[in-house]
């Protein structure tokens, strides 16, 4: 049997992936905490008098404490698992990727175990998105001065 | 040829050690159990380590014997360098070989200490085989607490560790013959479908063993593969009967029957090298039947660096046919 029979066969015992159940899944749950974030700005302004501005920050501040601390008592992963990527792509999934690496090289020493893996999964992130801030910066100033 | 009969190679005991998931599972009987995946030490590499020792450990004094009663000590783990076995090996003055061939560690183990065994006249030896569910999820895959989504496919590390004592004073269980495998790459990159990785190569063991012994498949009561999950268990049926022919009645997959279909955390059933002799030792030679048995160990041989390199996964699996007298 060459390669490309064997890869029929293991595709045709492959049960599917519920991919339609996941993405709205995922949807409703990213989502939901888009919402949930919209309503602490609107009470961070409403009640406290602050500015929308640095209302979203403190709320950015917040997400990622919620989300780190959930990591670490152990209940993201789980729920990570069941809402599939709804919960991994919002902020809470930037705090959740490093707050789980970090959790895993504590005791391989501050600088050579947590201190060098704790970007392992979102040090990615950070440079892509750079990169992509500074393009859309010096396109901003070409179109719009 | 890779095969070979052995004449009077025998398990004595085996001395289990098995994980908080693992004893919700199928089986409720093994040597010790434990809840915590730290088992008080300080990280989960440690705590392998001290799982190696308590097996051997378990063993040694089971049976009085010291560490100068034991020519060999063999064993495996999932580990980088495979130091956890390494340095479980580091407390006993005996002499140590470590194994890797993945999760198929713990049947290589048994074929080289059977071997070396074959020329003695008195001989004892240890094989031992550990895995961690956390620390392999953390060496193999993401973070443990970043719980990425997984696919149906993937199977779940089993967590425990399982000492063999091997002997030329006649037992039960009977070291029948041995067949070594053979490394079969059959395109697969999916690292989280590995029984379909490992499939071709237990198929392929499997043939050469029945060719060079000349021996049929109804000649054994059960096929025991280690680790090919519930989907992985029907590919390599299905690849059997189309690329050789050869109809499979009698075959388990101990990564399959591990667990109970309820822990959905466990997806597609148990991985890891001591999946298989867990199963083994605590359910089926248990039972009166079956008498002859062909133990095939499988291992995905992947490594992370080789995964991002997007090469495909090479897979081995070995053989070893046991005879158990009632």
């Known amino acids: 049997m060459n390669k490309d029979e064997y890869k029929k066969l293991v595709e045709e015992y492959t049960p599917k992936e519920k991919k339609l159940k996941n993405a709205f899944l995922a949807f409703l749950v990213g989502g939901a905490i888009g919402f949930f974030g919209q309503v602490i700005v609107t009470i961070l302004e409403t009640s406290f008098g602050v500015e929308t501005k640095d209302a979203y920050i403190w709320l950015c501040i917040f997400i990622i404490l919620i989300a780190s601390l959930l990591t670490s008592f152990g209940f993201f992963d789980n729920w990570v698992s069941k809402c599939k990527a709804g919960l991994i792509l919002p902020t809470t999934g930037f705090a959740h990727s490093v707050t789980s690496a970090a959790l895993d090289y504590r005791k391989d020493g501050l600088i050579t175990g947590l201190g060098s893996n704790f970007f392992k999964l979102a040090g990615s992130v950070l440079l892509y998105g750079i990169i992509s801030g500074f393009f859309f910066g010096v396109l901003g100033v070409i179109f719009y001065g | ?326």
């Open chain 2, 1 to 326: 040829m890779a095969s070979k009969k052995l004449t009077n190679i025998y398990i004595k005991d085996a001395f289990s050690l098995a994980g908080p998931v693992e004893k919700e599972g199928a089986i409720k009987d093994y040597d010790i159990v434990i809840d915590d995946y730290y088992y008080h030490t300080k990280t989960f590499e440690q705590a392998e380590i001290k799982m190696q020792q308590v097996v051997i450990d378990g063993i040694l004094q089971r049976h009085n014997l010291l560490h100068s009663d034991i020519d060999l000590l063999i064993s495996g783990d999932l580990s980088n360098q495979i130091s956890v076995s390494s340095y479980a090996a580091s407390r006993y003055n005996i002499p140590f070989l470590g194994v890797y061939s993945a999760c198929a560690s713990f049947v290589e183990s048994l074929l080289v200490a059977s071997e070396i065994m074959e020329g003695k006249r008195k001989s004892n030896m240890l094989c031992v085989t550990s895995s961690h569910n956390l620390s392999a999820e953390k060496q193999f895959r993401f973070p443990i607490e970043y719980g990425a989504p997984k696919p149906n496919t993937t199977t779940f590390t089993a967590t425990g560790a399982v000492c063999v004592l091997l002997t030329k004073e006649e037992s039960k269980i009977k070291v029948d013959s041995y067949t070594v495998g053979t490394v079969v790459d059959l395109g697969c990159t999916d690292a989280s479908h590995m029984g379909a990785v490992m499939a071709p190569a237990a198929a392929k063991v499997l043939i050469d063993h029945l060719l060079e012994l000349n021996r049929k498949i109804d000649d054994y009561d059960l096929i025991l593969t280690g680790d090919l999950g519930c989907i992985g268990a029907k590919i390599f049926r299905e690849y059997v009967n189309r690329a050789y022919g050869l109809k499979i009645k009698n075959h388990l997959d101990a990564g399959c029957e591990l667990y109970l279909k309820s822990q959905e955390e466990t997806y597609a059933g148990a991985s890891g090298p001591v999946s298989l002799p867990l199963y083994l030792f605590n359910k089926v030679l248990k039972q009166k039947r079956p008498k002859k048995i062909l133990l095939i160990g499988t291992g995905s041989l992947h490594n992370p660096f080789f995964m991002n390199q997007k090469l495909t996964i090479p897979a081995i699996a070995h053989a070893v046919s046991l005879e158990v007298k009632s």
